[in-house]
């Protein structure tokens, strides 16, 4: 039952990244590059945030198992580190996905010149 809580609570997370997938799939023929790093972005992003759910979900049942407070707070700092680094990854796709496959444009000081 408490699974079922975490998946409730993650739901606005988990739908936000379907949605973007589906967005980038849908604009896939108008600008191919930028929904290839669009949906990579917001797999990772999706994949990242299901793990690390069950992962802070089961961290605590260790204690159970025999595991110290003390390695148990390692483990989890290190989970918070490569979850970190996951969402770095995110946003620099992301980032990249929204400069990428732009039209250079004439500046004002070359329309001028041409114009004279």
């Not at 997938?21 to 999706?46: D, E, N, Q, Y």
Request: aromatic share 12%; with cysteine.
């Amino acid at each position: 039952m408490e699974l079922v809580y975490l998946l409730a609570r993650r739901l606005p997370i988990i739908l936000l990244a379907l949605v973007g997938i589906v967005l980038a799939i849908a604009r896939w023929k108008r600008h191919p590059r930028v929904s290839l790093l669009t949906a990579i972005g917001m797999g990772v992003f999706l994949s990242q945030s299901l793990f690390f759910m069950f992962v802070y979900y089961f961290l605590p049942r260790l204690r159970d198992s025999g595991w110290t407070y003390d390695s148990i707070g390692r483990l989890y700092a290190v989970a918070q580190v490569c979850q970190d680094f996951l969402f770095a990854g995110v946003i620099i796709l992301l980032v990249v996905a929204a400069f990428s496959q732009r039209h250079p444009q004439t500046s004002n000081v070359e329309t001028k010149s041409v114009a004279l």
